[in-house]
């Protein structure tokens, strides 16, 4: 134990004092102030002309400012402070020669993988809870919406999925910097999946839905093949961290939202129903939701920790 | 620790696919000595410490050092040995005390009295003077000593120095040559020195081993190697005499 905390508390030390957290921080502080700020004077102007008023408080972290909302910055940009954070993490001391002294210490091996990475969720943790709370000063200086119990519990589930999935790209870029040698080699394959499971997979979601099942002229109208083409478009989303996250945390951040498909079969009576009554969905309903999601993104951040975890323990450290 | 071998190694093996790194190595070295560990580039020798500091595990063979098995027990060993590798790498933007300050944390070492310990290393290895100064600004000397005080932190009863002096201008390799048979008079500690300079090795080594290809062509102290060698003789035989002798027979 005592190793890995002696690690714990380094890893967080150099994490906090060097550069690329500083700048990485005021970055993405800036962006999450711009959009709480654009979204609150919005929501300040319109607030008695919104339709729907239940949960005002979580519209600052959805609602599409000028560019987009918090939660989709989020998606898009999280990973890459988990990237940052953990590209060069075994490498470095690699090619400094400090891994070997450091396993040559009365500790057990994987107290230094076990540490950088903790390290790196607390870091994380840290950064999204102050986001989150700039955010919620602001909405209560600006707008003047307190939260309400739901609204916290809500915040808090949003928390831990958006901790979880950042530290999913801090294992994968682990994983490479144990992997490959070179420092640039690592950031640059870790950027590279980033930017393939984030953009290019929902592309490829496209490409293989109307390969596979085509919407065309003649089957435009007959709603199995939409469905079909949806269903499709869908799974291979799925692959994509990123959509996986960002289905989770819209359901959770927007009670309003019942459901995680695109396109949900209705026959007229259920219409009827679904325009009138449009209560939002209690929490534990909302989980249920995206239960799945969620489980599925733990389980990959998970899988991911233990590939590094493993390949790092049989590796041989000779520098 | 029985019979007083504090390193004893049977049949130690390692392969790396079809190439043979370390064969069938099986040597001793006793409680208190300085054993110099002999050999050309790749002999060796680098795995064999790795293997007895269980951080290689060896193909064949065992070894025992201070009693314990070092893939078993590799958190105990790490404990009693200190290993400095050769070209030991540190954190640049730290300064000597905030270094072993890191390692002390590694080893469990309590921060009772770590003040204390810290300035008497730092003085024993003569870098009281640049205590606060960024390693990164170190001399390759200075970083050398900073690597003895690191593993001298724990207390050890055994020193792995893997090439020490090497790269250290005269003066430097002196005074560390000079640090090393200090602390093995005063402080009882069994120190296992690789170096290619042999001169040095000859100066404080009790005994060598010279290691060629993976085995270990000869040991024992420096008058039974060139006895067997050169046969007895009034003239005294250099370690370089002797080594090259092996080392153009192999």
């Not at chain 1, 502080?29 to 959009?35: G, K, P, Q, R």
Request: hydrophobic content about 45%.
């Amino acid at each position: 134990m005592q190793g890995l905390y002696a690690v714990f508390r380094k890893e967080l030390c150099d994490h906090f004092s060097s550069y690329r957290f500083v700048i990485l921080f005021a970055v993405i502080a800036m962006v999450s102030f711009i959009t709480s700020y654009v979204v609150g004077i919005h929501m300040r102007q319109n607030l008695e002309a919104l339709s729907n008023t239940k949960f005002p408080f979580l519209m600052l972290f959805s609602t599409t400012g000028t560019l987009f909302s918090m939660v989709q910055f989020v998606a898009f940009f999280g990973p890459l402070i988990g990237l940052v954070l953990g590209f060069d993490s075994i490498n470095r001391e690699r090619a400094h020669g400090t891994l070997i002294k450091l396993i040559s210490q009365p500790i057990y091996r994987d107290a230094v993988i076990n540490g950088k990475f903790l390290a790196g969720v607390v870091t994380i943790s840290i950064m999204l809870l102050s986001i989150v709370l700039v955010i919620t000063g602001f909405g209560l200086a600006i707008v003047g919406v307190v939260p309400g119990i739901e609204e916290i519990w809500r915040l808090t589930v949003y928390l831990v999925i958006s901790i979880f999935y950042v530290s999913l790209w801090l294992g994968v870029s682990i994983l490479f910097s144990i992997l490959f040698r070179s420092i640039a080699t690592s950031a640059l394959a870790s950027v590279a999946l980033w930017i393939f499971l984030s953009f290019f997979v929902s592309l490829g979601a496209d490409v293989v839905a109307n390969t596979v099942a085509p919407v065309n002229q003649q089957n435009a109208a007959n709603p199995e093949a939409v469905l079909r083409n949806t269903r499709i478009k869908e799974s291979v989303g799925l692959c994509s961290p990123m959509v996986l996250y960002s289905r989770a945390t819209a359901t959770i951040i927007d009670p309003m939202r019942k459901t995680n498909r695109a396109i949900v079969l209705m026959g007229p009576m259920e219409e009827l129903l679904a325009s009138r009554f449009q209560n939002p969905l209690p929490l534990s309903q909302s989980l249920i939701v995206v239960f799945p999601h969620t489980t599925a993104l733990i389980a990959i951040t998970l899988i991911c920790f233990a590939i590094s975890y493993t390949v790092f323990m049989m590796q041989e450290i000779r520098t | 620790m029985d019979n007083g071998k504090i390193i004893e190694t049977v049949g130690l093996t390692k392969r790396y696919g079809p190439q043979t790194a370390v064969d069938h190595l099986s040597f001793q070295v006793e409680d208190g000595e300085i054993f110099g560990f002999l050999g050309p580039n790749g002999a060796g020798k680098s795995t064999t410490l790795l293997m007895l500091l269980g951080l290689s595990r060896p193909t064949e063979g065992s070894a025992r050092v201070c009693g314990l098995d070092p893939i078993r027990k590799a958190r105990e060993v790490k404990r009693l040995v200190g290993y400095l590798p050769e070209n030991v790498g540190f954190y640049g933007d730290m300064d000597a005390v905030q270094s072993l300050e890191y390692v002390a944390g590694l080893s469990g070492i309590s921060t009772a009295n770590l003040g204390d310990k810290i300035e008497r290393l730092l003085d024993l290895v003569g870098l009281k003077a640049e205590a606060r100064k960024k390693v990164g600004a170190y001399s390759r000397g200075m970083r050398q000593r900073l690597g003895v005080a690191e593993v001298l932190i724990k207390d050890p009863k055994v020193l792995f120095l893997d090439e020490p002096t090497l790269g250290l201008d005269p003066d430097g390799a002196l005074r560390l040559i000079e640090l090393i048979h200090s602390l093995n008079r005063d402080h009882n500690i069994t120190v296992v020195l690789s170096s290619h300079n042999l001169y040095q090795v000859q100066k404080i080594s009790h005994r060598v081993g010279i290691m060629i290809k993976g085995k270990m062509v000869a040991e024992g102290s420096m008058e039974k190697l060139a006895q067997d060698k050169f046969g007895v003789g009034d003239k005294e035989y250099s370690l370089e005499e002797i080594y090259m002798k092996y080392f153009q027979e192999v």
